[in-house]
């Protein structure tokens, strides 16, 4: 099978087998250029900061995510930094609300209900230049942390998505370095969830790539993953992106 020809689920296989690192980051990046085309060719008429900015007031985003994209609550994400085109993917399926759209629910599909509430309201325009806003924001200025001297033994595999440092290596998937403890161990059981079809209690959360990644996680190394990703600086620190927006 042709690097250019596979439909999504045969790319997951792929991308899950392939040992050759930077074939594996030319698969994922396929992969997300197919499924977000729509997207991208959206994203191509550009936007602007400040009007995020304004949309993210007008929206009452800060009351939650603090202003620039960072806040103190252990349940509420940062987003100061985040790749753009995750965020616009996460507001995209947090508007859609439900898993009802058969093309996003094959892709990914989320539930929350005060993201839903509040993505419904949002344009496509809106979501683009929130989007711009928050992957744009500094999400520390302090003095770099050190890295953990305990390194949990499954990195290794999240890391060929998710970066060495934490810091993500395709722009649809997040970076996790820095993010809240309490929030990463909520997203990695409602993935695990997902893979049990038990994921129907209001806050839901399934992707082809993590619903089968958590799957294999018990509650301990969930915990352990949480607390180490959670400790990483949110600048990174280890290597120098190719792939970065
Ligand atoms: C009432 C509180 C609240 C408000 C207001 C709010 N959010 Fe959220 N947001 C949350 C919570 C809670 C989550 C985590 C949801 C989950 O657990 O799935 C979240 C998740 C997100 C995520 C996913 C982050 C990730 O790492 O996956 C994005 C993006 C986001 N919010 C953007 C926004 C934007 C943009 C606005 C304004 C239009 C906004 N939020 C307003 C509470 C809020
Ligand atoms: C094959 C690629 C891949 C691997 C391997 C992988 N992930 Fe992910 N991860 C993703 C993608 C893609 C998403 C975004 C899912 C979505 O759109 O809902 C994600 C999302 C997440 C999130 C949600 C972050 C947020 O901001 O909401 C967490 C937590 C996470 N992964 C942790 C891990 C951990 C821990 C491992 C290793 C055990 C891992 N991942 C392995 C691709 C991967």
């Known amino acids: ?24 980051y030319r698969l994922t990046t396929l992969m997300s250029l197919g499924a977000f085309l729509s997207l991208v060719s959206c994203m191509r ?23 620039g994209g960072v806040n103190e609550n252990p349940n509420f994400p940062n987003l100061a930094g985040q790749k753009k085109a995750y965020i616009v993917n996460q507001l995209f399926v947090f508007k859609q609300g439900t898993m009802s ?16 509430a509040k993505a419904s309201q949002l344009t496509d325009q809106e979501i683009l230049s929130l989007a711009d806003y928050f992957s744009t924001r500094t999400c520390s200025f302090g003095p770099k942390r050190a890295r953990p001297a305990q390194v949990p033994r499954q990195t290794v595999i999240c ?14 998937i997040p970076n996790l370095a820095g ?18 079809g038990t994921n129907t209690n209001g806050a839901s959360r399934h992707n082809i790539f993590m619903t089968r ?7 301990k190394e969930i915990d352990e993953l949480s607390r180490f990703y ?4 949110c600048r ?3 290597q120098t992106n190719p792939l970065d927006q």
């Open 230 to 233: 959670a400790q990483l600086d």
């Open 179 to 196: 993010q809240k403890q309490a929030y990463l161990v909520a997203q990695l059981n409602a993935f695990r969830r997902s893979s049990t």
């Open 1 to 24: 099978m042709g690097v250019g020809q596979f439909d999504g689920k045969q790319g997951n296989e792929v991308v899950l087998r392939v040992k050759n690192r930077h074939l594996r």
């Open 159 to 172: 890391e060929d998505c998710h970066g060495e440092d934490g810091i993500s290596l395709a722009p649809n």
């Open 213 to 219: 990644q958590a799957a294999k996680l018990g509650d």
């Open 45 to 67: 008429g550009g936007t602007d900061i400040s009007s995020g900015e304004a949309y993210a007031v007008q929206h009452g985003c800060f009351g939650c995510h603090g202003v």
């Open 101 to 116: 759209n058969p093309k996003i629910a094959r892709i990914a599909a989320r539930y929350n209900g005060m993201m839903a």
């Open 236 to 238: 990174g620190d280890v």
